[in-house]
Structure formats: C-alpha cells, structure tokens
C-alpha cells in the first residue's frame, strides 16, 4: 500500500514541478533557476527511490541477483547500455543545457538528429533493464510513472523552446519525433 501512494505522490508531485515551477522559470527567466533544478533533482530521486517501497531490501542496497543467468545477464547488459548512453548523450547535449540553461541553438545533430528526446529513450532503456532484472507490477508501474513523468518534462521544455526558438523550432519537430526514431524519415534526409 505504502508504494501505490508513494507512487500517486510522486505523480503529483512531478505535475506540480515540471507545470508550476519549471515552467515559470522558463517563462520568466528563459532558463531554469537553481530552484527548479533542485526540483526537478528532487523528482527524479523520489522516482529512484520509490521501489525501496516494494523491494525487500534496507536503502540502499540492491536486491539479490536474478538466479535465471539469461535474465542476469539481459538486465544488466540494457540497464548498462541505457546507462552509458544516456551520458553519453548529456555529455554531447553539455551538462548546462541537459539542467536547463539557455541554449545557443536547436540541437540538430548525433542523436538529435534521430530523436527530440534521446536521453529520455536511454533512460528509459535502463529502467525497463532493471525491470528485466525485478519483474514485477510494481516495477512495470514504476517504469510507467518515469514515462508520466518524462513526458511533464518534455512537454514543459517544448513550450520553452517553442518560445525561444519560433519556426526553426517547429521545422525541427516536424523532422524529428518525439520520442521514437522514425528510420524512414532519417533514411529520407540523408538522401
């Protein structure tokens, strides 16, 4: 019972900061303040810290390893691969504008150029190999609630970039999608 409230909680909690605080920032600062950074730091720990709720281990150990070698072995090889991509990718971004701060441009290039959002795709690589290595409904339901979450995010700094960056902006998201690579439109493209 204590994890499906602490799930609800975060959920709200993630809608107050990304649409209240962040977006604030972003429309009166043009970038976000230490503030919302923290916030959002905040959001994102409750979101890690949340199966601690269901899993049968003191914070902050892990559970005992899968005994299936197969499930072993696939969990951790996602969970690693989405791990290093996802800095990977912050490390190509620059830390200052993956927290926020005003960007000098639409980032069109390595894998912005395949997804709007690749950070949120590697992250999202990484839960879903965790929850190859902790199958349950919790975790699947904990892997929801990051997508719920990453998508207040998304739609927040869509508005700003929006706003910063006008048509250049739209043209970009008419190319790019979202979330998923669309392969046809990058095969298109490079044509």
Known sequence: MAYWMGWILTALIAAVIFRVFVRRDYLHRGKLGPGAVFLEFVIFGLHANLPYLYLDVPWPAMPPAPENPVQLYLGLAVSIL?????????????????????????????????SRNPQIITYSLMLIGLGVLYPSIETAAWILLFAAIAYLMVITEEEHLQNLFGESYQEYCKIVPRFIINWRSVKSRRQ
């Open 82 to 114: 989405g791990l290093v991509a996802t800095l990977a990718i912050m490390a190509h971004l620059g830390f200052g504008t993956t927290v926020g701060q005003e960007p000098g441009a639409v980032r069109q290039t390595g894998p912005y150029r395949l």
